[in-house]
């Protein structure tokens, strides 16, 4: 790994200007760094803002949506500056994301072969037998079998363990610096899921990627991530390598989180639940956001929200139950 980061996103926001005046702060205040090689797990339930994240970073957020502050930061590029043109290319080149269901990314009147090469010619310009062949390669690096026969193959023809990894050779065929992969797996049968959490890890190895996973399932993350962020209310509220944050949980939520997920080694055989719903990001609480689920709320926690303090070095939670340095309050 090295001390520059691919990615750096600073105190973004992307808001949602909604009717009668509401505003969805789907994505508040979100900062992090991924470094060239490293997976950083995004993690939370439905509604909390991670695939927004993912969108923001990759310029792809629609109206009533709007990025309305803080800057992202690809290799050193200030990408809010540039211009929608110069976003395309950049988008598949350097940065490319890949999404929970393939069917709906790619095209069913195309045969797979002309949508890799599409790609490929679009930000490569090279010949159509230079891309056809470039597209073998790919199709055989994701370890798709009788690669060329496939490549006259429609979406449709193929299962959606296939389909996943035609989006992967398509994500990569620029070999991008960074890869965001959006619940990769999660409409996938469990034994095919492995298999693609597995491919990407290679892939991140062999070409040197950041990879951002957006999850809801912690074991995903304890697998994969060296690094996890999890999410509430649009805003990170933990941070850690993933073996301390795992062993070390300190904010109320991520303890929710990991209550509710089976434990082969315990005893215990009712899991635990976070009570209430994620609230809709037009109507969080004013204090903490997490305040109306919280087992340990206090009464400052009605009348404001908690910053983001460092606890360890390497670990930062955003509760009040905490002082800077870890002790708690
Ligand atoms: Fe719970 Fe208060 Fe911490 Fe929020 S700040 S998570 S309400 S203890």
Known sequence: MTNQPVLEVDNLKTYFYLEDEKVAKAVDNVSFKIYPGETVALVGESGSGKSMTGLSVMRLVKDPGKIVDGSITLNQLDLLALHDREVTSIRGNDIAMIF??????????FTIGNQITEVLRKHKK???????EKAIELLHMVGIPRAKEIMKEYPHQLSGG???RVMIAIAISCEPKLLIADEPTTALDVTIQAQILELLEDLKRKLGMGLLLITHDLGVVYEYADRVMVMYGG?????SHTKELLKLTKHPYTEGLLKSIPNMDSEVDRLGTIKGIVPPSYQFPKGCRFSDRCPYVMEKCIKSNPDMIKITPNHDVRCFLYAEGGNKN
Do not use: Y
């Open 100 to 109: 929970q269901e393939p069917m709906t990314a790619l095209n069913p009147v």
């Open 126 to 132: 090279i010949s159509k037998q230079a891309a056809k």
């Open 162 to 164: 296939m389909r996943q």
């Open 235 to 239: 805003q990170i509220v933990e941070h």
